[in-house]
Nanobody, 120 residues
């Protein structure tokens, strides 16, 4: 029912910035939390940042102070900007959408992942 389309990954120099976007389509009835996770080689997937439809945001400890997340509720699009990138930010970034309906049923959707490489 829900499909996620990610965009914005690529090669970035250290100290630069990057913007990632994720657009969701399909039926999403209830509370929708949209965000980004990442997974580096040899490491577990971790939260980068997420945002609820109310505007409430949560950011992972590794990126606090360097990320901004926003969303367009009408278009079901979430945008993540990361500043002051360093090689440790190199990872595959995954869009994540969590939908909770009126009877507390939850569904989780993942994007296919987009590669972000920080290197000079």
């Amino acid at each position: 029912q829900v499909q996620l389309v990610e965009a914005g990954g690529g090669l970035v120099q250290p100290g630069g910035s990057l913007r990632l976007s994720c657009s969701a389509s399909g039926s999403m009835f209830g509370t929708v939390v949209m965000g980004w996770y990442r997974q580096a080689p040899g490491k577990e997937r971790e939260l980068v940042a997420e945002i609820a439809d109310s505007g409430y945001t949560v950011a992972g400890d590794s990126v606090k102070g360097r990320v901004t997340i926003s969303r367009d509720n009408a278009k079901h699009t979430v945008t993540l900007q990361i500043n002051s990138l360093n090689p440790e930010d190199t990872a595959v970034y995954y869009c994540n959408v969590r939908v909770t309906d009126w009877v507390m049923r939850q569904k989780v959707y993942w994007g296919q992942g987009t590669q972000v490489t920080v290197s000079s």
